[in-house]
């Protein structure tokens, strides 16, 4: 793993975070400026659960008051992590419906992308959709077949998690609908799905998104796209590890991306 700047705030006693007003009118400005931008390009599956999470807008919100909404509609609850986390512990949460949150905030200078997740784009981005059954089903399995994955094979069920947890979308009457926590957070992402000429839409096969490469730190140049957020209950149904086989077997396909020029 990476290291990062930033450290994860601890509550006191009480079980309480305090922020500074500098990180809650950080969270503020998120938030104002995303509802503004996925205003009727978010699924309504999303929609629904962010009402039923009403995040307030001037500070940023306790865990607790999060689970008092997740735990009663799906099960699941948040859990406090510091800013970057094992792969191991990443999985082991998921396996038992605990979604991991780092509960700090970007700073102003990285308002607009940031390689490691913080609060906004946990909380924001992910966890309105926690509250619907396929998505939680959908990662609640994702979970417990990455804890007892390879490291090789934790590599291509990444993908899965990318594409769809990240970086999904849906077909719609009304078009394209995003249900990934990465773009819903994202006003940069967002704008690119929507007002770009640039990406490709795919229909999700999921022994083809098991086999596309993907960079962190651009926009991407390819997306895959449910038919509805239920399809999630029939991939969870997958024999998923035999589709990592035969994706390990095939071998990726060619990037649609330039490499890194820092790669060696």
Request: glycine share 6%; proline share 6%.
């Amino acid at each position: 793993m990476n290291a990062t700047q930033y450290v994860a705030r601890k509550p006191d006693t009480n079980g309480v975070i305090h922020y500074s007003d500098e990180e809650n009118a950080i969270w503020h400005t998120l938030i104002e400026r995303q509802l503004a931008c996925v205003k009727g390009r978010a699924c309504d599956e999303y929609v629904a659960g962010l009402a039923r999470l009403a995040l307030p807008h001037d500070r940023i919100p306790q865990l607790d008051d999060i689970n008092r909404v997740l735990e009663p509609a799906t099960g699941w609850q948040v859990n406090r992590v510091p800013a970057l986390i094992s792969f191991d512990r990443f999985f082991e949460l998921l396996a038992n419906r605990r979604f991991p949150v780092a509960t700090f905030i970007r700073s102003r200078e990285e308002l607009d992308y940031l390689q490691e997740p913080d609060i906004f784009h946990e909380l924001f981005g992910h966890c309105a959709l926690l509250t619907n059954p396929a998505f939680a089903r959908f990662t609640h399995t994702y979970g417990q077949l990455g804890r007892d994955a390879s490291p090789q094979d934790r590599g291509f069920l990444a993908r899965l998690y990318w594409f769809t947890v990240e970086f999904g979308l849906l077909n719609t009457p009304s078009g394209h609908r995003i249900y990934g926590g990465g773009i819903l957070s994202s006003p940069g992402e967002t704008r690119h799905v929507f007002e770009s000429d640039l990406p490709e839409f795919r229909p999700f096969n999921i022994l083809d998104v098991l086999r596309t490469p993907y960079r962190i730190d651009i926009m991407q140049p390819v997306y895959y796209v449910l038919d509805s957020i239920d399809d999630l209950f029939a991939i969870a149904e997958m024999d998923i590890m035999a589709e990592v086989q035969k994706a390990r077997g095939l071998g990726l396909f060619a990037p649609t991306f330039p490499a890194r020029q820092d790669a060696s």
